[in-house]
């Protein structure tokens, strides 16, 4: 009753904002699904379930709202910080390289820092000149094949996961970009149904270790499962990658998957493999670069 009549209470957009806030803190939510810090993350939600973009003016923030509109910001409350649901997965949008995405939980939602390599066009890690073919295996929401598309507006770009509810949120975000002539998907697992050569392979595959896995917030038990690990040391399926991944590179092409935290494992488990570890300068760890030659010089390593 007390509660009701405080909710009551509160009249604006700012006011719901803080509580959000407020409870976001003393429930000790989990951020790393787009946004770094609580304030942020609240705003978006109240935004959200208000329908404005998260561009909204500041002079908006006192608007007084309506009861509808308060219970569904409340709705959205108790899924994120009771449910702890991420909240790209309440609001069906998650950003990557500055485009929007559609998801929800047939995929993982896309934060690979693989977006800063596809931002600056791989400089200077690829070679100069066209990009004609690019797969990005393991799509996912597929998000890496779309920006890349953007990117390198030329090439035609392959998207392919082993999950066939996965390549439907694919499909709608090749929708979405309006990307049906440049982007074309493929069922598969790792490399069983791909039958090109690309200049470029880029992978963010399920990378979690053991012990990792053990250890992940509520928030990560949203995604799919198969998103996430891959064996003891989570190098599963990243081993199978580089052993095969030679075959489907162009002589000059460049191979570029993300591990992060595996990465301690692949350094010890391959320390004659030269590896290049890219410096990230807006944040994250684990993503290698290595190029179709040195590929095929040392694949029998992963076999
Ligand atoms: C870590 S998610 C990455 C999704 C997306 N690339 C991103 O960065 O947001 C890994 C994806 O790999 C897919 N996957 C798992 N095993 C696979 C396999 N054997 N072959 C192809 N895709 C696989 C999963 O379905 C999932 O969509």
Request: proline share 5%.
């Amino acid at each position: 009753m007390e509660q009701d009549k405080y909710l009551e209470s509160l009249l604006s957009i700012r006011d719901y904002i803080r509580l959000c806030y407020s409870q976001m803190m003393q429930h000790k939510v989990h951020l790393g699904h787009g946004h770094v810090n609580a304030i942020d993350e609240a705003r978006q939600l109240v935004f959200a379930a208000l329908y404005l973009p998260w561009t909204t003016d500041e002079s908006m923030l006192d608007a007084k709202l309506l009861t509808s509109e308060k219970q569904r910001i409340l709705a959205f409350m108790a899924r994120r910080i009771q449910g702890r649901e991420p909240l790209p997965y309440i609001t069906h949008e998650a950003w990557f390289m500055q485009l929007p995405f559609y998801v929800d939980t047939r995929v993982l939602i896309p934060r690979s820092p693989i977006a800063q390599l596809i931002e600056h066009e791989f400089s200077p890690f690829l070679r100069p000149g066209a990009v004609e073919r690019v797969l990005d295996l393991c799509t996912g929401s597929g998000c890496i094949g779309i920006a890349c598309a953007y990117v390198f507006e030329n090439a035609v770009v392959d998207i392919a996961d082993i999950s066939s509810s996965a390549l439907e949120v694919a499909k709608i975000n090749i929708d979405k970009h309006e990307m049906q002539e440049q982007v074309t998907l493929i069922e598969s697992d790792l490399f069983a149904n791909i039958s090109q050569q690309y200049d470029l392979i880029v992978s963010n595959p399920p990378y979690v270790d053991c012990s990792d896995l053990q250890l992940m917030p509520a928030e990560y038990q949203h995604e799919p499962a198969l998103a996430l690990g891959s064996g003891s040391d989570g190098l599963d399926l990243c081993k199978k990658i580089l052993a095969q991944a030679s075959d489907y590179l162009a002589d000059d092409g460049l191979l570029v998957v993300e591990v992060g935290n595996s990465e301690v494992h692949l350094m010890e488990q391959y320390p004659q493999v030269p590896f290049t570890w890219v410096d990230l300068a807006e944040g994250g760890n684990g993503v290698f670069i290595i190029n179709a030659v040195d590929l095929k010089q040392h694949r029998a390593l992963f076999s």
